[in-house]
């Protein structure tokens, strides 16, 4: 079982230093979250909440998830470079593959690309793209972005992006390209995920409520012929308090990497982060 941690609820400070310890005591990946801006007041509600109020305030500070994943980079050899979620309808998807080739290629090959489709209308009107088209154009994008890092001379028409053929070299490290893996809790999310993805990433998740999720997404790959070899599910913990049992608990419902935040304030990360490592037993 792979076990990651999520650079949330600290200081920009104390990232690269926090990431080189859940290496250095044998966790395999650290995930960011991104958004690019937030609302004075939230309107739209958060999809993962009971109440549906986000983990965040309006004035959260944000920074970009793929920058600090290269300057997290720059400090480690081994951990792997997660996103969760980057929001690709937010951008145009040229800019997208070149971004994450160059982080792919500057961390030798380690990065996870974790997108969503998003839920924060707010943002999107920011930018001036039409919420209701989100999912379509995650879609597309996706499709543009396996073109640019495996096709010699890519070229691209679509609904929302065209291009006449281009070179774009280098191509990432990692081949065919980084593990996409696609968030979302619906229905639409899951097929979405079978039908394009790499993987799979839940949050806020229990064993026993990411099992029956398994099944569907298995059950999905089976009807479009899809092999469940090599589709990776990532859920992220529900909860600070994780043990043996309760990883064990996760890979019986097969899930592959379980996220886990073992710390409520950002001064108790390191410390929590190698307890927690000693919990589990992931020293290397």
Same mark, same amino acid.
């Given at each position: 079982?792979?076990?990651?941690?999520?650079?949330?609820?600290?200081?920009?400070?104390?990232?690269?230093? =926090?990431?080189?310890?859940?290496e250095d005591v044998g966790f395999e990946s650290v995930?960011?979250?991104?958004?690019?801006?937030?609302?004075?007041?939230?309107?739209?509600?958060?999809?993962?909440?009971?109440?549906?109020?986000?983990?965040?305030?309006?004035?959260?500070?944000?920074?970009?998830?793929?920058?600090?994943?290269?300057?997290?980079?720059?400090?480690?050899?081994?951990?792997?470079?997660?996103?969760?979620?980057?929001?690709?309808?937010?951008?145009?998807? =040229?800019?997208?593959?070149?971004?994450?080739?160059? $982080?792919?290629?500057?961390?030798?090959?380690?990065?996870? $690309?974790?997108?969503?489709?998003?839920? $924060?209308?707010?943002?999107?009107?920011?930018?001036?793209?039409?919420?209701?088209?989100?999912?379509?154009?995650?879609?597309?994008?996706?499709?543009?972005?396996?073109?640019?890092?495996?096709?010699?001379?890519?070229?691209?028409?679509?609904?929302?992006?065209?291009f006449a053929p281009v070179r774009f070299e280098p191509k990432p490290v990692q081949k065919p390209h980084p593990p996409i893996v696609f968030g979302g809790e619906t229905e639409t999310a899951l097929e979405r995920a079978a039908a394009l993805g790499d993987g799979w990433y839940g949050v806020g998740h229990t064993p026993e409520t990411a099992a029956p999720q398994v099944r569907r997404l298995q059950a999905l790959l089976e009807s479009i012929g899809r092999a469940s070899d090599g589709f990776e599910i990532t859920v992220s913990h529900a909860g600070a308090e994780i043990d043996r049992a309760t990883i064990d608990r996760y890979r019986g419902a097969g899930v592959d990497r379980v996220v886990v935040l073992p710390w409520t304030r950002g001064r108790e990360a390191e410390a929590s982060v190698t307890a927690l490592a000693e919990k589990l037993g992931l020293y290397p």
């Open positions: 079982m792979k076990v990651g941690v999520p650079l949330f609820r600290i200081r920009p400070e104390q990232m690269a230093p =926090l990431a080189k310890r859940a995930w960011v979250p991104e958004h690019l801006v937030l609302p004075p007041r939230f309107a739209s509600r958060y999809p993962y909440s009971a109440d549906g109020v986000p983990p965040i305030r309006p004035d959260s500070p944000l920074l970009d998830p793929l920058m600090v994943l290269a300057h997290i980079g720059a400090t480690t050899a081994r951990i792997r470079l997660g996103t969760n979620v980057y929001l690709p309808a937010l951008r145009h998807p =040229l800019v997208v593959a070149r971004m994450v080739t160059t $982080l792919d290629v500057l961390c030798g090959g380690r990065v996870i $690309l974790g997108v969503g489709a998003g839920w $924060l209308a707010e943002e999107f009107a920011a930018v001036g793209i039409d919420f209701a088209t989100r999912g379509a154009r995650m879609r597309e994008s996706i499709r543009v972005l396996r073109e640019l890092w495996t096709a010699e001379e890519p070229k691209f028409r679509g609904r929302f992006f065209e």
